[in-house]
Each structure stands twice: as structure tokens, then as C-alpha cells.
């Protein structure tokens, strides 16, 4: 609880306390005026001022009109009888109990939010005099030596130079499970450093960093409105008047007809309190708002509530393999020699040091499966063809290494190989020696990531891969998919998910690791990045950003998004259907102001406390760190 919340409780509780002892007061006429008058600019003297300041600035239709008009009104009938003040002032009060649970929930809110907003440095470590010098991140040029030390967040991206540590990524992942990091490794701004000492070269500006980029998405996601904001705020924005103008009907038309201009009075009142459209004007985007943060804490950024509303309408989710279902890193699964010359730990030492010089992936689960490169033998004449493979000269001998048509092109009679997955042949001075099975693993959960997303209201689910037949049909078929594509160039991948869009009635997602996947992630009605810690590409294209590799948080970042937009729903419903019931009791005359206090104010709460539920909502559908 804030200041300023502290302030307005105490203050409804003054207000409370002295209307409740006034009524054991034995006074009337003007001193009793005054004294319930007390009271009742303790707890509304704000409204007032606020409905003073609309009509001042031609913005008159609101809640504090209506408010003050209904709570003025109210004096004046209880001055004109010389009557019950406890009304007016039950109005005001109550509806400032209504205000402060909505500024609490809000504020609940936002510290979800503040708490993603932790990520942002205050300084930077950096040695000057032999010593340490704490500088603003923005001042750091790119290449700049800094210093992390133990319980400090990292401030720019960068890689360690020196050191080994323990990372938690938690404010960014939203997964308490640490990181081991060691010199080499990439590091990005926003980890906390939980053990030893870190250097870091920096590879960014502190402004291109990724907790730079996060707070800046985050910031801006409250600015991009659902359809449902949007028109519960036209509602608010031709309702109001409409109401206004009805309760002057109301307070006029009648007495002119029937007489009783008291009674008459009294009802349109009634009617005005009973018709303010608080509930809807603050429970709809406290929902949204709630969401967001909620799901920020997962580790799940939304950038905006018009893509959480869409989210919670997909129907068919689109799934690129590498990165998304696939570890996204080759590793070497076999090895078969071919000739009695050579056995396989010679076939992958000759294939590796080939490959040394590639920057390929595949090159680099080579090296990574023979790392000694080290040893006796010279390496020349490296030479790289496309779409074929790569040759060069070992100790005299010369190695080709690549796919079946280059060895039909250096003469080499391969074989083929009965295992599924990137199949490397390797050749000596043409003679056939065998070949390298390289495959990308599956993601641990990926299975359980399609089955979650069934079981979550997904219809259709479809992968898409630029993968051999065989490799892409036995991924789907472990993960149970039915529907995929294979062989697809990046241009048939957007043309491809085009098909699939144009022949879905529903809203379609399209989940990628948002580097190569930028065109189709912005094409989708939603784009999911996944994996995107540290990706800028992700950040740019994608509508959600999934900051883990977690395949799971596809179908949690759907559940949230519905959760959330059931609670909406049941706002609107509940609010507009209870508003129209009491404003009709009441144009009849079988409402009284207190239960036109029970229309506003306690529809407003009941609608607050029920959007409150959203920022818990992640909590409904936790994934165990593993």
C-alpha cells in the first residue's frame, strides 16, 4: 500500500467514523447541515473538485459528475425535508471505497510489472586508477572491459572474458533454475550474477541491450488497446450523456404530467447514481493490465492487449521445427565407416578437420564431437562449395566431406545410410570412407508442449520445415503431429503458412525462434518468438515473446490469455446486466439509493475483485522447473 492509498483509507475511515457518531447527535436545521456536511468533504472533497475541473475544461460526462450531481442532489432533498444525510453521504463514501480497491489492484499490478522493471542497471563496474569506478550504463562504449561482481545485475550485454559464475535469469525467464556460466559464454543485461567475479566485454550499447529492449516493450504494451477497451470506452464516451439526459427527463417530463416533483427528483437521483459506468470503465482494462503483468512474470511477454485478446481466439497454432521443437544444435549421432582403411574415430577426425574453417552449424557438432585439433596433421587448401560441401588437403591426402552429389562429383561411390537425419559422406582422394549421422535432438518436453497445447483448445496443429521428408516425418511423429510440411525454403514457408491462414476462420499463431522466422511471425495474426533471451530479431518481429525454450509456455501463454479474457466477459456481463435491472427498478420507483449504491459502487468492487484474479492467473498453470 502506497501514500497515497494509506491517505484515502484514512480518510474514508475519518469519514465513516464521524458519520456513524453524528447520528448519535441530537441537532437539525442548519447545524446539522453543517455537521454532516464534515463528513461528506472529508471523503468527496476530490470528486467534487474533479467534477469542477470537467465542466471547466468542456470534459463534463463522467463518473465524478455524476457523483456530484447524485450526492448534491441528495442534500438538497434531505435540506429541503430537513431529512436523512446518511444517503448523499453513503454515496460518496462508498463509492471512494470502490476507487481505493480499484487504485490497490492496479497498484498489485503494476508491481508485477515493477518487478520485470528490476532488470534495469543502475551503474557499471568499470577499472580506472586500479580501482572501480561505478559509471551509467549509457556511457559505455561497445568493447568496454566491466566489472560484475557477486548480487550485481549484469548492465550490457557482452561476453565474459574472464571468470566463471552462477547466473539467475528468473526476472527475464520468469524459471528459477540458475545458469552456469564460464569465460566464452554470452551473457545478457538484466541476469543477476549470484557468485564469483565477472569480466565482461561488451558487445552493445546499453540502449541495444536486451533489458533495454524488454522495458521498453513492456512500457509500450499498455498503449496498444484491445477491441474490448476500445469499446467499452466509445460505451463510456455516448452512455454517459445518454444517461444524463435521461435523468433530467426523469427529474422534469413526470411532474410535469403526474405531479410530485419530490418523489420525481428523487428517482432521477437515483438513476444517475445507479447508471455510472465505473464498473466497466475501470474493470475492463485493470483485466487486461493484470494479464499482461501476470504473464510478464511468467516470462511471457505480450505486447499489448489486442495481441492477449487475440491469443485467447487461436484455434490453429503453426510450428517452424528447429529452435521451436528441436534443440536448434546439430549433434553427431553416428558414425559408419565404409572401408577397412579407415575406422570411425579416423572418418570423424578427417571430417572435422575439414570442417574446421566452416561456420556452418553442422561444422560445428563436427569439431564439437573430435575437439583435438591439435594434433599432427596440416590442413590446406580448404575450399567450400555450395550446396555441396567442403574440401581440403590433409597431410597430402585430399578429404572431401558433403552430401551424395559431391561424391558423385569427386567419383566416390557412396552408400546410403538406413538411419534418419543429416547424412555426411566423407571421401579420400575419391575413395568412399564412410559417412557422419547428424541429427537435431528434440526439446525434453516438446511432446508434452503439443499435447498442453491440445488439451488447451488448439484444433489444428502444423509444422513447417526446410528438413528432409524423412527427418520431418519422424519428428511429427514422435510429437504426435499430423499436419507438416518438409523441404521448405524460406520463401515457401511464408507461402506455405499463407494456405494455411487463408483456409482458417479463426485466428492463427505462427511460433519461431524469431531470427530467420520474421517474415511469417509478422505475417500471423499472433507471432510467438521462442527463445528469444538476448534475440533482438525476436523482440522486433514477434507479438509474444516466450524469453525461455520452453515449448510448454506456448499453450500457458494461451490459457492465460483466455483466463484473462473470460474474466473480461464476466465483467461486462455482470456490469451491464445488473446496471440495466436497477436503472429500470429505479425509473419505476422500486429502487431506493441504497440499492442504487449496490448497483455502483458494489458492482464496481465485485468487478474490481474479479479482475484482480488475472494477476494471479499464471499461477493456475505453473511449469515445474526440470
Same mark, same amino acid.
Given at each position: 500500500?502506497?501514500?497515497?492509498q494509506?491517505?484515502?483509507?484514512?480518510?474514508?475511515?475519518?469519514a465513516?467514523?464521524?458519520?456513524?457518531?453524528?447520528?448519535?447527535?441530537?441537532?437539525s436545521?442548519?447545524e446539522?447541515f453543517?455537521?454532516?456536511l464534515?463528513?461528506?468533504?472529508?471523503?468527496g472533497?476530490?470528486i467534487?473538485?474533479k467534477?469542477f475541473?470537467g465542466?471547466?475544461?468542456?470534459?463534463?460526462?463522467?463518473?465524478?459528475?455524476?457523483?456530484?450531481?447524485?450526492?448534491?442532489?441528495?442534500?438538497?432533498?434531505?435540506?429541503y425535508?430537513?431529512?436523512?444525510?446518511?444517503e448523499?453521504i453513503?454515496?460518496?463514501?462508498?463509492?471512494?471505497?470502490?476507487?481505493?480497491?480499484? %487504485?490497490y489492484?492496479?497498484?498489485?499490478?503494476?508491481?508485477?510489472?515493477?518487478e520485470?522493471?528490476?532488470?534495469?542497471?543502475?551503474?557499471?563496474?568499470?577499472?580506472?586508477?586500479?580501482?572501480?569506478?561505478?559509471?551509467?550504463?549509457?556511457?559505455v562504449?561497445?568493447?568496454t572491459?566491466?566489472i560484475?561482481?557477486?548480487?550485481?545485475k549484469?548492465?550490457?550485454d557482452g561476453?565474459?572474458?574472464e571468470?566463471n559464475?552462477?547466473?539467475?535469469?528468473?526476472?527475464l525467464?520468469?524459471?528459477?533454475?540458475?545458469?552456469?556460466?564460464? %569465460?566464452?559464454?554470452?551473457?545478457?543485461?538484466?541476469?543477476?550474477?549470484?557468485?564469483?567475479?565477472?569480466?565482461?566485454?561488451t558487445?552493445?550499447?546499453?540502449?541495444?541491450?536486451?533489458a533495454s529492449?524488454?522495458?521498453?516493450?513492456?512500457?509500450?504494451a499498455?498503449s496498444?488497446?484491445?477491441?474490448?477497451?476500445?469499446?467499452?470506452?466509445k460505451?463510456?464516451?455516448?452512455?454517459?450523456?445518454?444517461?444524463?439526459a435521461?435523468?433530467?427527463?426523469?427529474?422534469?417530463?413526470?411532474?410535469?404530467i403526474f405531479?410530485?416533483?419530490?418523489?420525481?427528483?428523487?428517482?432521477?437521483?437515483?438513476?444517475?447514481?445507479?447508471?455510472?459506468?465505473?464498473?466497466?470503465?475501470?474493470?475492463?482494462?485493470?483485466?487486461?493490465?493484470?494479464g499482461l503483468?501476470?504473464?510478464?512474470?511468467?516470462?511471457?511477454?505480450?505486447?499489448g492487449?489486442n495481441?492477449?485478446?487475440t491469443?485467447?481466439?487461436?484455434?490453429?497454432?503453426?510450428l517452424?521445427?528447429t529452435?521451436?521443437?528441436?534443440?536448434?544444435?546439430?549433434?553427431?549421432?553416428?558414425?559408419?565407416?565404409k572401408?577397412?582403411?579407415?575406422?570411425?574415430?579416423?572418418?570423424?577426425?578427417?571430417?572435422?578437420?575439414?570442417e574446421?574453417?566452416?561456420?556452418?552449424?553442422?561444422?560445428?557438432?563436427?569439431?564439437?564431437a573430435?575437439?583435438?585439433e591439435?594434433?599432427?596433421?596440416?590442413v590446406e587448401?580448404?575450399?567450400?562449395i555450395?550446396?555441396?560441401?567442403?574440401k581440403?588437403t590433409?597431410?597430402?591426402k585430399?578429404v %572431401?566431406?558433403?552430401n551424395?552429389?559431391?561424391?558423385?562429383?569427386?567419383?566416390a561411390?557412396w552408400?546410403a545410410?538406413?538411419?534418419?537425419?543429416t547424412?555426411?559422406h566423407?571421401?579420400?582422394?575419391?575413395?568412399?570412407?564412410?559417412?557422419?549421422?547428424?541429427?537435431?535432438?528434440?526439446?525434453?518436453?516438446?511432446k508434452?508442449?503439443?499435447?498442453?497445447?491440445?488439451?488447451?483448445?488448439?484444433?489444428?496443429?502444423?509444422?513447417?520445415?526446410?528438413?528432409?521428408?524423412?527427418?520431418?516425418?519422424?519428428?511429427?511423429?514422435?510429437?504426435?503431429?499430423?499436419n507438416y510440411?518438409?523441404?521448405?525454403?524460406?520463401?515457401?514457408?511464408?507461402?506455405?503458412?499463407?494456405?494455411?491462414l487463408?483456409?482458417?476462420?479463426?485466428?492463427?499463431?505462427?511460433?519461431?525462434d524469431?531470427?530467420?522466422?520474421?517474415?511469417?511471425?509478422?505475417r500471423?495474426?499472433v507471432?510467438?518468438?521462442?527463445g528469444?533471451?538476448?534475440?533482438?530479431?525476436?523482440?522486433e518481429?514477434?507479438?509474444?515473446v516466450?524469453?525461455?525454450?520452453?515449448?510448454?509456455?506456448?499453450?500457458?501463454a494461451?490459457?492465460?490469455s483466455?483466463?484473462c479474457?473470460?474474466?473480461?466477459?464476466q465483467n461486462?456481463?455482470?456490469?451491464?446486466?445488473v446496471?440495466?435491472?436497477?436503472?429500470?427498478?429505479?425509473?419505476?420507483g422500486?429502487a431506493?439509493?441504497?440499492?442504487?449504491?449496490?448497483?455502483d459502487?458494489?458492482?464496481m468492487?465485485?468487478a474490481v475483485?474479479n479482475?484482480?484474479?488475472a494477476?494471479?492467473?499464471n499461477?493456475?498453470?505453473?511449469?515445474?522447473?526440470?
Amino acid at each position: 500500500m502506497n501514500a497515497k492509498q494509506r491517505k484515502n483509507l484514512i480518510r474514508i475511515l475519518i469519514a465513516a467514523a464521524l458519520t456513524v457518531a453524528i447520528n448519535f447527535v441530537e441537532v437539525s436545521g442548519v447545524e446539522k447541515f453543517f455537521l454532516y456536511l464534515v463528513p461528506y468533504l472529508i471523503v468527496g472533497y476530490d470528486i467534487l473538485l474533479k467534477a469542477f475541473h470537467g465542466l471547466k475544461n468542456l470534459r463534463a460526462f463522467d463518473e465524478s459528475l455524476l457523483m456530484t450531481i447524485a450526492t448534491v442532489g441528495a442534500f438538497a432533498l434531505a435540506i429541503y425535508e430537513d431529512g436523512d444525510y446518511n444517503e448523499a453521504i453513503a454515496v460518496m463514501l462508498f463509492y471512494q471505497i470502490g476507487e481505493w480497491f480499484q %487504485s490497490y489492484a492496479v497498484g498489485k499490478s503494476r508491481k508485477n510489472i515493477s518487478e520485470l522493471m528490476d532488470i534495469r542497471p543502475d551503474y557499471a563496474n568499470v577499472e580506472q586508477g586500479g580501482g572501480l569506478e561505478q559509471v551509467d550504463p549509457e556511457e559505455v562504449e561497445v568493447g568496454t572491459i566491466i566489472i560484475v561482481q557477486p548480487g550485481e545485475k549484469i548492465p550490457i550485454d557482452g561476453v565474459i572474458v574472464e571468470g566463471n559464475s552462477t547466473l539467475n535469469t528468473i526476472a527475464l525467464t520468469g524459471e528459477s533454475l540458475p545458469r552456469e556460466v564460464s %569465460s566464452g559464454a554470452e551473457v545478457v543485461s538484466g541476469c543477476i550474477n549470484l557468485n564469483g567475479v565477472l569480466k565482461i566485454r561488451t558487445t552493445k550499447e546499453f540502449g541495444e541491450s536486451t533489458a533495454s529492449k524488454i522495458l521498453e516493450l513492456v512500457e509500450d504494451a499498455s498503449s496498444r488497446k484491445s477491441k474490448s477497451e476500445d469499446f467499452i470506452a466509445k460505451f463510456a464516451r455516448i452512455y454517459t450523456p445518454v444517461v444524463v439526459a435521461g435523468a433530467l427527463a426523469l427529474a422534469i417530463v413526470p411532474p410535469i404530467i403526474f405531479g410530485d416533483w419530490e418523489m420525481w427528483l428523487y428517482r432521477a437521483l437515483i438513476f444517475l447514481v445507479i447508471s455510472c459506468p465505473c464498473a466497466l470503465v475501470i474493470s475492463i482494462p485493470l483485466s487486461f493490465f493484470a494479464g499482461l503483468g501476470g504473464a510478464s512474470r511468467a516470462g511471457i511477454l505480450i505486447k499489448g492487449s489486442n495481441f492477449l485478446e487475440t491469443l485467447s481466439k487461436v484455434k490453429t497454432v503453426v510450428l517452424d521445427k528447429t529452435g521451436t521443437l528441436t534443440q536448434g544444435s546439430f549433434e553427431v549421432e553416428a558414425v559408419h565407416s565404409k572401408n577397412l582403411n579407415f575406422d570411425e574415430e579416423k572418418l570423424l577426425h578427417l571430417a572435422a578437420h575439414v570442417e574446421r574453417y566452416s561456420t556452418h552449424p553442422i561444422a560445428n557438432s563436427l569439431r564439437k564431437a573430435y575437439p583435438n585439433e591439435r594434433d599432427d596433421c596440416t590442413v590446406e587448401d580448404v575450399e567450400e562449395i555450395a550446396g555441396r560441401g567442403i574440401k581440403a588437403t590433409i597431410n597430402g591426402k585430399i578429404v %572431401s566431406v558433403g552430401n551424395e552429389k559431391f561424391m558423385d562429383e569427386v567419383g566416390a561411390k557412396w552408400k546410403a545410410c538406413t538411419k534418419v537425419g543429416t547424412i555426411i559422406h566423407v571421401a579420400v582422394d575419391g575413395e568412399y570412407a564412410g559417412h557422419v549421422v547428424i541429427s537435431d535432438a528434440i526439446k525434453p518436453h516438446a511432446k508434452e508442449a503439443v499435447a498442453d497445447m491440445k488439451n488447451s483448445g488448439v484444433e489444428k496443429i502444423f509444422m513447417l520445415t526446410g528438413d528432409s521428408e524423412k527427418i520431418a516425418a519422424k519428428v511429427a511423429q514422435e510429437l504426435g503431429i499430423k499436419n507438416y510440411r518438409s523441404e521448405l525454403l524460406p520463401a515457401d514457408k511464408v507461402s506455405e503458412f499463407e494456405k494455411i491462414l487463408s483456409s482458417s476462420n479463426d485466428s492463427v499463431a505462427f511460433v519461431g525462434d524469431g531470427i530467420n522466422d520474421a517474415p511469417v511471425l509478422s505475417r500471423a495474426d499472433v507471432g510467438i518468438a521462442m527463445g528469444a533471451l538476448g534475440s533482438d530479431a525476436a523482440i522486433e518481429a514477434a507479438d509474444v515473446v516466450l524469453m525461455d525454450d520452453d515449448p510448454r509456455k506456448i499453450s500457458k501463454a494461451i490459457k492465460i490469455s483466455r483466463k484473462c479474457l473470460s474474466i473480461v466477459k464476466q465483467n461486462i456481463f455482470f456490469a451491464i446486466g445488473v446496471k440495466f435491472l436497477c436503472l429500470i427498478l429505479g425509473a419505476v420507483g422500486l429502487a431506493n439509493m441504497w440499492a442504487a449504491i449496490f448497483a455502483d459502487v458494489g458492482v464496481m468492487i465485485l468487478a474490481v475483485l474479479n479482475a484482480i484474479r488475472a494477476l494471479v492467473i499464471n499461477s493456475l498453470f505453473l511449469i515445474p522447473n526440470s
